[in-house]
């Protein structure tokens, strides 16, 4: 018992001297941006809260989490191919840049960072970029012309828009902006085409996201269980076994490892089938009303897995579980209609709240 008390208070002691050292480093600036978030993830790893870091460093909350996020997109350049220039462009700026590739998988990262360094693209642009990749990653079978490359997937995005706009000035600057990124012959033509054929194919516009949030802490829940937080497998979602609620409180008995949450029991959460809970963060989903990425609750009925062009759908992208609207029935797997989309209730000083005294007065 004694020596293994010693060992345990030597890894400890091992441990606080590397966390010190590496405050320093912080402090001190030392290294390039991509060691300083390995470290700070080492940190908080270790039992450092953003806020201590920040004290002891100089780096705020946000920048911690641009490094640490930065330097793991980092890790994936090296990994999945990016040039070397790449590499050596990224490994002394632009971590927000990198930061922008967070939701692309690993080898859509590598592919991207090349794309936007060969165009000398800015933060704004990349997110662009980002965007227009992860949508076309959703098509299991690229559309007619194009391929699987991150320059096609812009093109598309831009000669998609350009069919779509009827002003002929921001269709030329679509039609620019594709060819300026397009990798294959046949997308090429396909862009090439909009120059004779001015065809506006009218825009379907989607369904307003179910965003909610909790407003009183009085409304009558439901317990839901959690599958987990993304990324998940279509597998995660099907794991979780249905629940019988019972009587007038909706009591719900279980046996066996499972994670609940209590949501307000809202009328569409009442009439839900078969509910369950995906945790992720509110950036997954566009929003022109976003002004803070938040954590958010994801709510789907396993039970409606039929398509409509009204709704949101959990579904299987490769192996990995996925969120989107479809304006054509799609063809991949449908895992759950998407009812809910909570946000946590707005608490302006929880530490306040939490002095039932102040709160009496």
């Known amino acids: 018992m004694t020596e293994l008390t010693s060992n345990t208070q030597d890894t400890d002691n091992a441990a606080n001297d590397t966390a010190q050292e590496l405050l320093v480093k912080l402090r001190q600036k030392q290294g390039n941006w991509v060691e300083w978030g390995v470290a700070i993830a080492y940190l908080q790893k270790n039992g450092y809260n953003p806020q201590e870091i920040f004290e002891a460093t100089g780096f705020e909350p946000i920048q911690q989490n641009q490094v640490i996020v930065g330097s793991q997109v980092y890790s994936a350049l090296e990994k999945f191919g990016a040039s070397e220039a790449t590499r050596a462009y990224y490994g002394t700026r632009a ?22 360094f060969i165009h000398k693209l ?22 007619q012309g194009f391929v699987q490359h991150p320059g096609d997937a812009v093109a598309y995005q831009a000669w998609k828009l350009a069919r779509q706009n009827s002003d002929l000035q921001e269709r030329s600057r679509l039609i620019a902006k594709g060819l300026r990124f397009v ?21 379907r516009p989607a369904p307003i996201l179910p965003f909610f949030r909790l407003e009183s802490d009085e409304e009558l829940p439901r317990i839901v269980p959690v599958v987990g937080e993304l990324p998940l497998t279509p597998q995660d ?13 909706r009591m719900v008995k279980y046996t066996g ?55 949101y759908f959990a579904f299987d992208n490769s192996g990995e579980v996925d969120f989107q609207w479809f304006d054509i029935a799609p063809e991949n797997t449908l895992l759950g209609k998407i009812i809910i989309i909570l946000r946590p209730k707005k608490v302006l000083d929880e530490e306040f709240n939490k002095d039932s005294w102040q709160i009496d007065e």
């Not at 979602?237 to 629940?243: M, S």
Request: hydrophobic share 45%.
């Open 95 to 116: 971590s927000d840049i990198l930061y922008e590739l967070r939701l692309l998988t690993q080898e859509d990262r590598a592919a991207a960072a090349d794309l936007i």
């Open 122 to 143: 800015d933060v704004d642009e990349a997110r662009e970029i980002a965007k227009a990749i992860k949508d076309f990653s959703r098509f299991s079978i690229p559309p």
């Open 237 to 249: 979602v099907k794991a979780v076994p249905i629940i019988t609620e019972v009587g007038p409180f």
């Open 257 to 311: 490892e499972q994670v609940w949450v209590a949501l307000p029991g809202w009328q569409i959460l009442r009439a839900a089938e078969d509910p369950v809970v995906i945790v992720a963060s509110s950036d997954i989903f566009p929003s022109p009303t976003q002004t803070y990425i938040e954590p958010i609750l994801i709510v789907i009925d396993r039970a409606q897995r039929d398509w409509d062009t009204s709704s």
């Open 183 to 203: 990798h294959s012959p046949t997308a090429r033509k396909q862009i090439e085409q909009l120059l004779t054929d001015f065809t506006v194919v009218p825009q």
